[in-house]
């Protein structure tokens, strides 16, 4: 019943930015955390940025810090993450992710509902 849906993939050059969306629906969010995760073609899904229910704490992965910045709308029950200073090594399928705990984790098994992913393409 729980759905998440990811937008805002899509193919840019190195250098560029894009902003992606995670809208929930079909359950009650109260202190929820919410995560990004992303896997490559050929590699484990691996964790990239989360809030925690009131983004009062956020975490990113090394590989993404001071580039990535994640934020959450929660009447509008919405994840983002603003990607910046885009590389090729981000190239990924980018997934949603929602914990049903208040307080972030970067364990992908913390996670319990997840989106099906949209595909960020990164060209040198």
């Known amino acids: 019943q729980v759905q998440l849906v990811e937008s805002g993939g899509g193919l840019v050059q190195a250098g560029g930015s894009l902003r992606l969306s995670c809208a929930a629906s079909g359950g009650t969010f109260g202190p929820v955390a919410m995560g990004w995760f992303r896997q490559a073609s050929g590699k484990e899904r691996e964790f990239v940025s989360a809030i925690s229910w009131n983004g009062g704490t956020t975490n990113y992965a090394d590989s993404v810090k001071g580039r990535f910045t994640i934020s959450r709308d929660n009447a509008k029950n919405t994840v983002y993450l603003r990607m910046n200073s885009l590389k090729p090594e981000d190239t990924a399928v980018y997934y949603c992710?929602?914990?049903?705990?208040?307080?972030?984790?970067?364990?992908?098994?913390?996670?319990?509902?997840w989106g099906q992913g949209t595909q960020v393409t990164v060209s040198s």
């Open positions: 992710a929602v914990r049903t705990k208040p307080l972030t984790a970067t364990t992908l098994s913390e996670y319990a509902y």
